[in-house]
Structures are given as C-alpha cells and as structure tokens.
C-alpha cells in the first residue's frame, strides 16, 4: 500500500474492519473489470477480506472476450498487402484459431498499434496524403467504456469522407454477460462488483432489472483500493441484510458515486446511440449473447470493414502458432467458475511470455494478474482448497 496516502490506508483498514465484523455468511462476489482484478490482486484486496468472502473474477477483459472469429478475420484483413490495421497492442499476442496479429505483423502484415481510435483516422488521412493506396482499417474492440471513442472515430471519417478507412466491430456488452452468467443455475455468485468506468458511460439503470430478476445485489464500484472495498462492503451489507427476506427487492448500489450517475453520460450514450445499434455478440468462452454487441447502423455501413473486405483473400502467408491452446480453460476463468490458479497449465505450460490463452496475456486478463501479483502461497497453487 506504499503508493497511497495515510489517509487511503486509514480507509482501507475502516473498510475491511466494517467488513469483517459484519460479515456472517459464506458469500462468493464476482467483479466484471479486468482493471479491478488487477487492483485486488496487486493491492492484496483479497487477503483483507474474511475467509468467507471468496472474489472471482468475470469477463472484464475486453481482450479477453473478443471472439475467435472476429480476431481471425482482423488477422485475415492485416495480412493484405493493400491494409494496414490498426490495433490496440494487448490484442497482439492474442492467439486466435491458427496464429496470431505478431506473426502476421512479424510476415511483414502492416500493423500499427493505437492509444485512440481517432489515431486510426490520422493514419488513414496520412495514407492518403501520401497516396500509398492503402486501406486503413480500426480493430475495434471493448466494452461500452470505449465504444463512444469508436463512435467519434466512425463520425469524424464519415465527416471527411476518408474513402480508406473502415472500422472491424466488435464491441460488447456488459449486461447481457451478466445475465448469461447468472442464468447459469450453477452460477455460484452471491453479488456482483459492476465496473465504474463502463457505468460512468452507460448508467446503471439496465443493471437494476438483472439485480431483481436474479436476487443478486450489485455495487458499482470504482478501481482503488479504497473504491473496492467499499464496493465490497456495500454488496456484503445488502447481502447479510437481506438474507432470508425474499419480499425484499434487490438493489443496486452505487458506491462510485463521485463519478457515476443514474443515466450515465448522456452525451456519450448520444453518440453510442447515434453510431451503434445492438446486434447479437460471440463472447470468446461464453458463446453467442443476445443484443450484447454493437454494429454500425445503416447511416455508417460503408465503413464495416466485414462489408468491405467479405469476398477478398489475404496475400501474406500465416505462421501457425506453436502452442496447444486445448489446455485453456479461459471460458470457466471468465464465468467465474474457476480461479486462474486452477488451471492445470497456469504458471507451466502457459505464462505471459508463452500464453495459451488470452487471459494470459492482456494487461486486464486475470490469468496475468494471478501470474504478476498472487502470493506463491495460493492454496489454489499448491493444490489446496480454493475457498
Ligand atoms: S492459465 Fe493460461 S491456459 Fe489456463 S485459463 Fe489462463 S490463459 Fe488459459
């Protein structure tokens, strides 16, 4: 905790005594934010936490969640002389069903990595410029945190008519994934931690129905220690407090409430609105989700880079991966079914310099954060109970 004032420690500590003592009940909360994973696992949140309170990890992984399929035709689209594609760098490693972006881009696969989706528009207008001919085409990828900046990418190339630019959807949804997970009978979780940052954007009015229809209380929760915790504090309070009263509507909580309101941004969820409608969403590990993804609407058509390039071939050959990737078992880390440390091949066969799956290799992956942060005395390591 040495980055964090006194006074965050001062919090830390309150929080995680108000959470002890008002703990009773044997609880599982799953958060849905790879940035939160990573927090819990750096910041020792879990080891703070009474016994009976055991944290999974869901599908808040943008990297993590983007299908095999949309990652092979991004792959199928870079290996074109004629394009260059324009990603964010944690999906360079990401194996899809035969390779992956770094050997494409290692074959001589124009692949340039981007902080910003309206990056993808200055490389398109500088292609033009310089009258390479090239085809510029934005991997969009993420969840409703990052959609509107695609949103503004898509407008502004509208705009100016960039006849070489064109964008690869594949945005998801946080609320369908979440009702997948907890129509799951065997689901297991008691409460759930929602990412601030997506609710920041989209509002948390679509969580309350799914808190209701499932009876499980959901906290927005922001990304600090300190925001973690009193998250976690809020979901347990709704929990010990409610058990056995089925009368009882469950709620949603907002414990981020110094950023998230209500109904969201409304500008943003304008431009989302504007840009996007939803479309059934393959989830990488979770299979098809209904109206859980974005695609763009008539008005923007001419730039789905799936349109543009449906009946082209790619011209540089693609190196096979080396790895096994059977050994994966992301879709259960991703359903919170099991923790990283219980896959077999975690820490072995796959790390993050050799990854078998992408939970392993992005910066939000939970494998990695397990890999980077968790104490070599996990039980779940040694072979142990896994709380
Ligand atoms: S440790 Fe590796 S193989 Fe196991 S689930 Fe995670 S990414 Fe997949």
């Known amino acids: 905790m040495s980055a964090y004032s006194s006074e965050d420690v001062r919090d830390v500590e309150a929080l995680a005594q108000g959470i002890h003592r008002i703990t009773k009940g044997n609880w599982t909360v799953m958060e849905v934010c790879g940035g939160q994973t990573h927090a819990i696992l750096k910041n020792g949140i879990d080891q703070l936490l009474p016994p009976a309170i055991r944290i999974v990890h869901g599908p808040g992984c943008p990297v993590c969640v983007t299908s095999m399929e949309v990652l092979d035709r991004a792959m199928e689209i870079a290996s074109r002389d004629d394009v260059v594609l324009c990603t ?44 390479t001919g090239r085809q510029v085409v934005l991997f969009a990828i993420g969840f409703e945190t990052t959609a509107p900046a695609t949103a503004m990418a898509v407008r502004a190339a509208h705009m100016k008519s960039l006849p070489n630019f064109s964008v690869l959807v594949s945005h998801v949804l946080v609320p369908p994934a979440l009702q997948a997970i907890l129509s799951d009978p065997d689901h297991g979780i008691d409460g759930i931690l929602a990412a601030g940052h997506v609710c920041a954007i989209t509002g948390y009015e679509a969580y309350e129905g799914i808190a209701d229809q499932y009876r499980t209380p959901i906290a927005v929760t922001g990304f600090s220690p300190v925001d973690i915790l009193r998250g976690m504090l809020a979901v347990v309070t709704e929990l010990e407090s409610s058990k056995g009263d ?75 991966l080396p790895t096994i990737q059977s050994h994966c078992r992301a879709a259960e880390v991703l359903k919170g079914k099991i923790r990283p440390t219980q896959c077999e091949a975690f820490g072995k066969e796959c790390t993050p310099a050799y990854p078998l799956g992408a939970p392993m290799v992005s910066n939000e992956g939970a494998c990695a954060a397990y890999y980077h942060h968790q104490s070599r005395n996990d039980p779940d390591v040694l072979g142990g109970s896994s709380r």
């Open 88 to 131: 964010y760098g944690d999906m360079l490693r990401v194996p899809g069903t035969k390779t992956d972006l770094a050997r494409i881009r290692s074959q001589g696969g124009k692949i340039r990595v981007i902080h910003s989706p309206l990056d993808a528009c200055k490389v398109a207008s500088e292609e033009l410029r310089l009258g």
């Open 246 to 320: 089925t009368s009882r509507h469950t709620r949603v909580i907002n414990a981020y409430s110094q950023v998230v309101e209500r109904c969201g941004n409304v500008a943003a969820r304008r431009a989302l609105d504007e840009v996007f409608e939803c479309c059934d969403q393959v989830w990488r590990g979770m299979g098809t989700l209904p109206q859980s993804g974005f695609k763009l609407r008539s008005k923007y058509q001419a730039l789905d880079a799936t349109e543009r390039f449906a009946s082209e071939t790619s011209s540089i050959a693609c190196p096979a």
